[in-house]
């Protein structure tokens, strides 16, 4: 899901409530994850048709050995931060170490209009860059924190409307389970164990819609395989190392190698069928994971929101870079465009209001560190998914333009369209949040850009008529295939 150029976690406080919860509402409500939280107050909030239970922090997310792994003794020049070790310059070899990101809880409802100077602030962006050795201010603060029982369910959302429950309906078939990030997060350790024979200094991170909320149960798997040194890495010659290597592993099966300008190692592991994009050295994927994280849990409606969107586009074959249409990776910032730019903001700028905690020059170390720090962000749009569907097809059908204006989640705010080079002539520019560069490049023919304006314009007048999902996506349809391929 991202551009091919491109740890457990103490866990958040628990949160009780001494209110009594309402009778249940008539209306289906639907899981947004599999976990309870005991003691939550499900309280019907203004937030259109949401119960939003007490919302705290997205957790934090660390690396730790597996259990069956005793702790190495500290090298040589290692610091020591709460109680954590960390070793100034390399990693270390000999620890096979398990990635993990436990399931964000949902934040506390404001009763009263929230501080501007906290949740929307207006402090400017950061320059953006590349990786540098040299953490975020704010890397280094750590939040109290005490356990969450695995036991714990995050939210439900009670739909109102048809086209609402509609789309909560396909987000909670498709959605990515736990057992299906388990099963990713089994093979990323397996492979991290073996990869580490050739590359002593290897770390394996599981990136992309896998780790960021955003995946269906059909996603596949985004590796990134970071290699440190002072030598220059030869992404090339790294992946054809591992593509002989991955044949002499049991599990892994249909390697291949994709000279793109990126490139990326592809396979599956045997017998699950689960399939694997692996590159090297593209960090900026790392940090895309926990910037698109940090949105898609922001509200509880972004996450089925970017799940139908994601599902519509490719209903109607405007989903696919390889073919001169939209990667997913665009769609999430187009949506994520679109919920910024209305008159009452459904998402602010989180890199403008708080670039400390997402700062292109932070250690890639401290990346998962750096959302911790932003406070809640509560929207007074009360608008219900379906609602917002329809804006998001007529934005896009009639508003937007085209010609003239660059999609930029950074800014919160469509930019004027400059004669540079990452811009001119570009049938559709969408802004890389870190690297700036134009994700939509992909769209380089008048046909191509013609059916995905057709796609917008027809869809929205589809359904602005129908008021029904099935006008423009088949969803029992999508639903049965996303449970027949898992």
Wanted: aromatic share 8%; with cysteine; net charge positive.
């Amino acid at each position: 899901m991202f551009p091919r150029h491109a740890a457990p976690s103490r866990r958040p406080q628990d949160r009780t409530d001494p209110d009594t919860p309402p009778p249940p509402w008539p209306a289906r409500c639907l899981d947004y994850n599999p976990h309870r939280l005991p003691g939550v107050n499900t309280n019907r909030s203004l937030l259109g048709s949401f119960y939003f239970p007490g919302q705290a922090r997205l957790p934090p997310y660390a690396w730790k050995p597996p259990a069956t792994v005793p702790p190495p003794a500290p090298p040589p020049h290692t610091t020591m931060t709460n109680g954590r070790k960390r070793q100034n310059d390399e990693y270390n070899p000999h620890v096979v170490k398990r990635q993990r990101l436990d399931p964000p809880l949902p934040r506390a409802p404001l009763l009263h209009r929230p501080d501007p100077a906290v949740a929307c602030s207006s402090r400017s962006s950061s320059v953006a860059g590349f990786d540098s050795s040299h953490p975020s201010p704010c890397a280094h603060i750590q939040p109290r924190v005490i356990a969450v029982p695995k036991s714990s369910k995050i939210s439900q959302v009670d739909a109102k409307d048809k086209l609402s429950d509609q789309m909560v309906e396909l987000f909670d078939a498709c959605q990515q389970k736990p057992s299906d990030l388990d099963r990713k997060e089994a093979c990323r350790v397996r492979l991290q164990n073996d990869i580490q024979s050739i590359y002593t200094v290897a770390r394996l991170y599981l990136t992309g819609s896998s780790m960021n909320g955003l995946g269906c149960r059909s996603s596949d798997a985004d590796l990134c395989l970071v290699l440190k040194g002072n030598k220059r890495t030869d992404p090339i010659h790294v992946l054809s190392v591992l593509q002989r290597f991955f044949k002499s592993l049991l599990y892994v099966e249909m390697t291949q190698l994709i000279r793109a300008k990126v490139p990326i190692l592809k396979f599956k592991e045997k017998g699950s069928g689960l399939e694997f994009d692996l590159n090297i050295n593209n960090t900026v994927g790392i940090r895309n994971t926990f910037l698109l994280r940090s949105y898609a849990y922001a509200d509880l409606r972004i996450r089925p929101m970017i799940l139908v969107v994601k599902k519509w586009a490719q209903h109607h074959q405007i989903n696919d870079a390889s073919k001169g249409t939209l990667s997913s990776y665009t769609l999430v910032l187009m949506v994520l465009h679109y919920l910024q730019t209305l008159k009452e903001p459904v998402l602010p700028s989180l890199q403008r209001d708080y670039p400390d905690c997402f700062d292109p020059f932070m250690d890639i170390d401290m990346v998962p560190e750096g959302p911790n720090r932003v406070p809640p962000f509560i929207s007074r749009n009360q608008s219900p998914l379906g609602e917002l569907l329809l804006g998001f097809l007529k934005y896009y059908a009639t508003n937007f333009r085209w010609d003239e204006q660059v999609i930029s989640v950074r800014e919160a705010k469509a930019l004027p369209k400059d004669n540079s080079v990452t811009w001119r002539n570009k049938y559709i520019c969408v802004e890389e949040p870190f690297e700036r560069n134009n994700v939509a490049r992909a769209v380089h023919e008048q046909i191509k850009f013609d059916a995905i304006k057709a796609g917008f314009a027809q869809s929205f007048r589809t359904l602005q008529d129908m008021k029904d999902l099935n006008s423009i996506l088949p969803v029992g349809a999508v639903i049965n295939k996303e449970v027949y391929l898992r």
